[in-house]
């Protein structure tokens, strides 16, 4: 490292350059020798070497490519291994500002900016070329793979002195590789240049909203990850404690959500709507400690936006004070010679119920902050909002366990319960031991108190399983950010990173203070432009806004503007420690040989944190219910121990903990997945996939994440739980039935599945958030939805069942799962539960099945039932099914539980008609009086059937009484059949039967006549 | 005390007011004791004293209302922090017109009069702690839910938290501030009860329990400002 650094000091300025020449200069020798991967390392090694003397074969080896890329890069500069054509794509590139559709590695084109022209006549020349190149991007990508498995020990070996290289690393990390997002990040970085080079990559353009009301518009490969366009964001803006920040975007239920910079960005937005904000996703507690100026600046735009829109509530006097050090620091001293000061207060929103009181107050206050600079009113404006109460704090709509609804809010602190204006309650994040998800509920596990001997949960319902997942990923962000020191711990970080997307993949507080405090670059210039109203600029600083300056820079390296930028590079590097930190928790646990370690201690850990990430918690199962799956899990977990993968665990330890506790048994299902728990509060973790082959074999089985701080006793019924779960996925996936969707819990254990099917791939995997769950919730299903390259679709179809379930009641999901839990265990355990819906639904079923075609005096409404079963639908086949096969009932009551036996008895009627194609039915249909139709089951009161035979017809009558609601209920349903010639008037006999019927029941009503009628012998009656 | 209390505040005013004879035989008491009444204005006069002299504030005193018997105890009227002043709705009906003063003295004082006027709201500011970063606000009899929802509109910079008040008169009967960032909390068992089941723990604050139940004399009135 400390050569890099050394060979950099040129370099630096141009680090940008470099380190996209680098990557460059390493595509090229790719394309041009369509080397295996292996090759490309090998070169990469050996140009590292060359520079780096100090380095040994070895570590070469081990370095990220984007290591070597910079290394490369100063040996470009040299022109050594820079093929041109490779190379001058690269250079295109930089021209950001303008609409280059060839160039598909932005974040390279502006590092490129600085390079010198003659190399950009050259890159220009290669454009043409790159765009041919696509065939080599398949061996790049494994080669990125390779690297990124080196990669986490590389980072290790970087000090903290190579901040070039870190930075580097990260723009590589932002850049992202493509599907096997698996690997290391920062073979991301380089990925995307090769992949536009090589193939021509789609090029999307994207328009980011500033905090300062301007557009952003860059291109990006289309599956550019996030972090490819977060850094873009970040370069245009010339900042560098960005870790504070984020990009944001639409769902398509107008959500706002947060980009995940390692996933691709196609796979989040979901609408194909490229558009995005720049936002403070973190709010720092204390502002005053962040290091630069324009990290202040736009934090200070975010909150006037806050305070502006109502978001951030604050008093009169604080709106005023606010407003008047936002003048201070854009319009500068207040100037009482300006006409009419009154009209251009009036021209900013300070507030969202902004009156003439109040911009009188500000231009008072206003006037108090003469000869303060802007920077300094930046400082005063936000240690004022720092202390208001709703500083930081990400609001989501809830209810309570009582329906009632409440906000709950996520902060640096905790989590804040608001109802109304109060706030009722706080959960510090230390007193949260473990957060939660499943379905549209959101659960916290809170730390006993002193006095208190069990922990307790609290539960929230969200409106839909959406914004469950929104508001975990959020709590589990903002608690690594805040409360820990590193995101996970380096081996851990990798096995974490690789499997789940829900984990925070930053840099933590901690780590961007400290990186941040290594820059020390001078002050950059640059325009408080938020009112654009405002023309004057007080800084002294040249006018220019920033969009104008990227501009500069894209078209001319080497402009004023360029320097800033290279400044900026060079303050990258010294933060690059920080990066570097970040980078390997990122880094891929693809890497087998980290695997291998990292299973290790995963074995113990892992299982907590599956847990926690698949959001598993079972809640609704009795532990009776755990333990009867045990058994089969267990057997699981044998079968799994017999095979292990190749980098088994050690067996030892599996039996101790299988052993020891059952929760154990299912970590060794698990290979993966790393432990989260933080010492406070484990926070949720996702479950990390492991990347292994052995594990595969496992995944069915279940990665259940026991909470490994504190493995109680019910922590342990959860995992159990769990695994239950997954093995009933598996056999649904057996099944083919699409139950999946009801049971998020099963969608967790999926990923374990893709995983193993395909390392390569788990990349995209991760991407995926939606799919991760889906995937969690039915890995086979997923795998048989969709192949795992093309991940998109098959989370379109998952998600769409996913979203469905939530809405369903709880007892829909339960009973789904219990259904599962049948048909594993083959209908025998758990129908006794079921049972106890089924009385009810028995006695009509049982009836309606044999009257089939009768012409029932009193009947439920048809409608009624089809639109339940439609409903009641997450699993359409066993709904059918059910229809069609007497045995199948049970199935369907379990699906249908929800609905009212009324309509399973409507159901059984219209099927017949319809297995009967050859007949004809008719159904005359009164206007029904009674709610019959209302699907209430109702109590069986009595039941008889009289059969009656005469020359032609015969009568099947069957009586019922139910008690619905207090009131008795008589329905009778006769069955004519009548058979004979053509002679015979089977209208008139009709007509005779219904006439009969009505005499004898004149208190009656007859509400539906069905006639059936089968002409086997071609004779007509009608 | 001032320079203790800067961590939450800078106190700039004091309000006062007169005890009258009404006092001892009129005013509202949880308890059947003997009210001395010249003693107590001997207390009163001594507390005054303190307040102008030793902390320096500015101490504006109102004249008592023989109509009010429990027209002392100011800090129910109004409940003061940085330039808004809201004025309450006491529980009790017979110190409904207590504000009527403390209204015009706030306003002369040029704080921001923030009236309750909704008639289902409740409020006694000795059910309001303010630590200096949050309200407290206890649901007492004289204080309800829809009171300190109007509290909490009326001082939006800060978060508003409730505290079940089941037994006391008031929040501010068995807790107070002790300093910046520390509140003191009776041992007696309502004081606990609340403390644990509102975890009342506030921001970045420590807390003490202390041997004895701490009720303070409820008759300053204060302004405080936050620091900028």
Redesign the interface.
């Known amino acids: 490292m400390t050569t890099e650094a050394g060979s950099e000091t040129e370099v630096k300025e141009k680090a940008e350059e470099s380190a996209a020449q680098p990557d460059q200069s390493e595509n090229a020798t790719q394309e041009t020798e369509e080397v295996s991967n292996t090759a490309e390392e090998e070169k990469g090694k050996g140009k590292e070497k060359e520079k780096e003397g100090k380095e040994s074969k070895g570590i070469s080896r081990y370095l990220p490519t984007w290591l070597k890329k910079q290394k490369s890069q100063s040996q470009t500069s040299p022109t050594k291994e820079a093929p041109p054509t490779e190379e001058s794509v690269g250079k295109v590139t930089p021209e950001e500002g303008e609409p280059a559709p060839e160039v598909n590695g932005h974040a390279e084109e502006v590092e490129e900016k600085e390079e010198v022209k003659s190399e950009q006549v050259k890159e220009k020349e290669a454009e043409s070329h790159s765009s041919t190149s696509a065939d080599t991007e398949p061996a790049k990508e494994e080669n990125v793979e390779e690297s990124a498995e080196k990669s986490p020990e590389e980072t290790k070996e970087t000090t903290e002195g190579e901040g070039a290289k870190e930075e580097k690393k990260e723009q590589e990390g932002q850049v992202t590789a493509e599907g096997e997002g698996g690997e290391g990040q920062t073979s991301i970085f380089q990925s995307p240049l090769r992949l536009v080079r090589k193939t021509k990559m789609k090029v999307v353009v994207c328009r980011v909203a500033l905090l300062d009301g301007t557009d952003f518009t860059c291109e990006v490969e289309k599956r550019a990850k996030g972090q490819f366009l977060f850094f873009k964001v970040c370069e245009h803006l010339n900042l560098l404690e960005k870790d504070y920040f984020g990009l944001s975007y639409k769902d398509t239920h107008e959500q706002k959500c947060w980009l995940d910079p390692t996933k691709e960005i196609k796979r989040q937005i979901r609408s194909n709507n490229w558009q995005f904000a720049f936002n403070v996703k973190f709010y720092p507690p204390d502002p005053s400690l962040l290091t630069e100026d324009i990290t202040r600046y736009l934090l200070c735009l975010q909150l006037r936006d806050d305070v502006a829109s109502g978001r951030l509530?604050?008093?009169?006097?604080?709106h005023a004070?606010l407003g008047s050090y936002t003048l201070q620091s854009e319009v500068g001293d207040y100037e009482p010679d300006i006409p009419r000061p009154l009209d251009l207060v009036g021209q900013l929103t300070f507030a969202p119920s902004q009156n003439k009181e109040m911009e009188e107050k500000i231009l008072e206050l206003h006037k108090s902050h003469r000869g303060m600079t802007p920077a300094q009113a930046d400082t005063?404006f936000l240690?004022?909002a720092k202390?208001?109460?709703?500083y930081g704090v990400d609001l989501h709509h809830a209810k309570d366990s009582e329906g009632v609804d409440i906000m709950l809010g996520v902060c640096a602190?905790g989590l804040?319960v608001y109802k109304?204006?109060?706030?009722?309650?706080?959960f510090?994040w230390p007193k949260i031991l473990k957060i939660s998800y499943k379905r549209n509920n959101f659960y916290i596990k809170i730390r006993p108190?002193e006095?208190e001997q069990f922990e307790s949960t609290v539960g929230f319902k969200l409106q839909n399983h959406r914004s469950a997942k929104r508001l975990w990923k959020v709590c589990v962000e903002n608690h690594s950010f805040f409360r820990l020191n590193a995101p996970e711990p380096p081996t851990k970080a990798r096995f974490l990173t690789l499997g789940s997307k829900f984990r925070y993949s930053g840099r933590t507080q901690a780590q961007s203070r400290q990186a941040s405090s290594l820059i020390d670059r001078p002050a950059p210039n640059f325009e408080r432009t938020s009112s654009k109203r405002i023309s004057r600029s007080l800084d002294g600083a040249p006018v220019i806004s920033i969009t104008e300056a990227s501009r500069d820079m894209a078209e001319n390296g080497r402009e004023p503007h360029l320097e800033l930028h290279s400044d900026s590079k060079v303050k990258e590097v010294d933060l690059s420690p920080g990066d570097t930190e970040a980078l390997p928790s990122k880094s891929p646990g693809g890497s087998e040989p980290t695997l291998s370690q990292s299973r290790l201690r995963v074995h113990g850990d892992n299982i907590y944190v599956r847990h926690s990430n698949l959001m598993l918690e079972d809640h609704d199962k009795t532990q009776d219910e755990v333990l009867k799956h045990q058994a089969s899990i267990s057997q699981l977990k044998r079968s799994f121990m017999e095979a292990p993968p190749p980098s088994p665990p050690q067996p030892n330890q599996w039996e101790k903990r299988l052993t020891s506790s059952p929760a154990t048994i299912r970590s060794q299902q698990q290979q993966v997945t790393p432990e989260v728990e933080i010492e406070e509060t484990v926070v949720i973790q996702e479950v990390s996939r492991a990347t292994k082959p052995g594990l595969v074999t496992v995944t069915a089985g279940s990665p259940a994440g026991l909470p490994a701080e504190q493995e109680t006793q019910e922590q342990n019924v959860r995992a159990e739980e769990e695994v239950v779960v997954q093995e009933e996925a598996k056999q649904r996936k057996q099944e083919s039935v699409s139950s999946e969707s009801e049971s998020e819990e099963e969608a967790e254990y999926h990923p374990n599945v893709h995983v193993t099917i395909c390392h390569t791939r788990i990349p995209e995997e991760k991407e995926e958030e939606e799919e991760q769950e889906q995937k969690e919730d039915d890995k086979r299903e997923e795998q048989q939805v969709s192949a795992p390259d093309a991940p998109s679709l098959p989370a379109g179809a998952c998600q769409p069942a996913v979203e469905a379930s939530p809405e369903e009641s709880r007892k829909d999901d339960t009973e789904a799962e219990k259904k599962k839990n049948e048909e594993e265990e083959k209908e025998g355990e758990h129908e006794m539960e079921e049972s106890t819906e089924d009385p009810m639904l028995t006695p009509d079923e049982v009836p309606i099945g044999l009257i089939g075609v009768a012409v029932p005096v009193e009947e439920e409404e048809e409608p009624k039932m089809n639109g339940e079963a439609s409903l009641v639908e997450v699993d359409p086949r066993p709904q059918v099914i059910c229809c069609s096969e007497p045995p199948v009932v049970k199935t369907e009551m379990v699906t249908i539980s929800d609905t009212f036996a009324a309509q399973k008895t409507e159901i059984a009627t219209k099927e017949v008609p319809i297995v009967h194609t050859e007949t004809k039915t008719i159904t005359y249909e009164a206007a029904q009086l009674d709610g019959n139709g209302d699907g209430e089951p109702g109590v069986l009161m009595t039941a008889q059937t009289i059969t009656s035979e005469s020359l032609c017809t015969t009568t099947t009558t069957h009586i019922t009484k139910t008690l619905k609601g207090g009131l008795s209920e008589t329905r009778i349903e006769k069955r004519i059949v009548i058979t004979g010639d053509c002679d015979i008037d089977h209208d008139q006999a009709l007509a005779q039967a219904i006439k009969e019927a009505k005499e004898q029941h004149p208190d009656m009503s007859v509400t539906r006549v069905v006639v059936h009628k089968e002409t086997e012998l071609a004779e007509e009656e009608d | 005390m001032a320079g203790l209390m800067a961590g939450f505040g800078h106190y700039t005013h004091a309000v006062v007011r007169g005890i009258p004879a009404s006092l001892a035989k009129e005013a509202l008491r949880t308890s059947q004791a003997e009210v001395d009444l010249a003693k107590a204005r001997r207390e009163h006069e001594a507390y005054v004293e303190v307040l102008k002299t030793r902390l320096g504030l500015d101490v504006v005193e109102l004249p008592a209302d023989e109509s009010l018997p429990d027209c002392v105890f100011v800090e129910d009227a109004a409940v003061v922090c940085?330039?808004?002043a809201l004025i309450t709705r006491p529980g009790a009906e017979s110190r409904r017109k207590e504000t009527e003063v403390m209204k015009g003295t706030l306003q002369d004082l040029n704080l921001?009069i923030v009236e309750m006027t909704d008639e289902n709201a409740t409020l006694d500011g000795g059910d309001v702690l303010f630590t200096g970063?949050?309200f407290f606000?206890g649901l007492s009899k004289r204080t309800n839910?829809r009171g300190?929802?109007i509290l909490?509109?009326?001082?939006?910079?800060?978060?508003?938290?409730?505290v079940p008040v089941l037994e006391g008169l008031h929040l501010k009967s068995f807790c107070s501030m002790g300093g910046p960032g520390l509140i003191v909390i009776g041992s007696s068992e309502p004081a606990q009860k609340a403390l644990?089941d509102?975890?009342v723990?506030p921001?970045n604050g420590m807390m003490s329990d202390t041997s004895t139940a701490i009720s303070q004399p409820t008759v300053k009135k204060r302004k405080c400002t936050?620091d900028?």
């Open positions: 509530p604050c008093s009169f006097v604080t004070l005063q240690e004022n202390k208001l109460s709703m602190n804040l109304d204006r109060l706030r009722i309650n706080r510090a108190g006095t | 940085g330039d808004t921001n970063r949050e606000v839910q300190a929802e909490a509109d009326a001082f939006k910079d800060y978060a508003v938290s409730t644990k509102k975890r723990i921001e936050p900028t």
